[in-house]
């Protein structure tokens, strides 16, 4: 099956700092990325919508510029935690879609913990 | 997407059939049923998925009723790798469109030694 590769699968970092999440597609082509967040003993929730060239688009009450986001190729999305907060920690997880295929392909997470 | 009703928690024996349900007494008729699944402190892994017809795979089976208000994924033979949060979801075929998944509270299976 796809694989969804997300580095790193955990950091800690100090308030104030920024913090990059990348998430690849290995094999391959993912036209769309989106962007998840998960609070403990919490479900997963929406963060964005990354498409390969253009503006992510983001759910209500996420900030763009607080949580920015670059899907420069058809393999790599990023996400930049920019100065983070202790409220910001938490489980990130990136998924990718190939395609008109219907599965949704999950990374494994990165869990981050800011100080 | 229409909105899913699972219970929060169930137990089943490993090597017993584990059966998960899900209602979705909203669905519309484009509207496919997904399984994915969540081990602890890792991202969810796709299941299983279908519109109307009953459909197994690999890793389990989905029964679907036919009113389709309601669907049921079984694991044949649970192991102990099997504990994890099930999430039922219901969403449109997007074909070549971008819509994320909308995840619930899903069910906490344990399988028990």
């Known amino acids: 099956g796809a694989v969804v590769s997300q580095h790193p699968s955990w950091v800690i970092c100090k308030s104030g700092t920024s913090v990059k999440i990348e998430c690849r597609s290995l094999?391959?082509?993912?036209?769309?990325m989106f962007w998840y967040r998960q609070f403990p003993k919490q479900s997963l929730m929406l963060m964005a919508t990354s498409n390969e060239g253009s503006k992510a688009t983001y759910e209500q009450g996420v900030e763009k510029d607080k949580f920015l986001i670059n899907h420069a190729s058809l393999t790599l999305s990023t996400l930049t935690v920019t100065s983070a907060h202790p409220e910001d920690s938490s489980f990130y997880i990136c998924?990718?879609?190939?395609?008109?295929?219907?599965?949704?392909?999950f990374g494994s997470g990165t869990q981050l913990s800011v100080l | 997407d229409a909105k899913t009703t699972q219970p929060p928690s169930m137990d089943c024996a490993e090597g017993r059939a584990a059966n998960l349900p899900c209602n979705h007494s909203t669905i519309s008729g484009n509207e496919y049923v997904y399984w994915y699944r969540q081990i602890h402190s890792q991202g969810p892994q796709y299941i299983i998925h279908?519109?109307?017809n009953n459909e197994t795979n690999e890793m389990a089976s989905l029964i679907i009723t036919e009113d389709r208000k309601s669907s049921t994924l079984i694991l044949p033979h649970a192991t102990l790798r099997d504990t994890a949060v099930y999430y039922c979801i219901v969403r449109l075929y997007s074909g070549g469109g971008a819509d994320g998944l909308t995840f619930g509270k899903g069910t906490h299976l344990i399988i028990q030694p």
């Open positions: 279908g519109l109307k």
């Open positions: 998924s990718a879609k190939e395609g008109a295929r219907e599965k949704l392909f």
């Open positions: 094999d391959f082509q993912a036209t769309t």
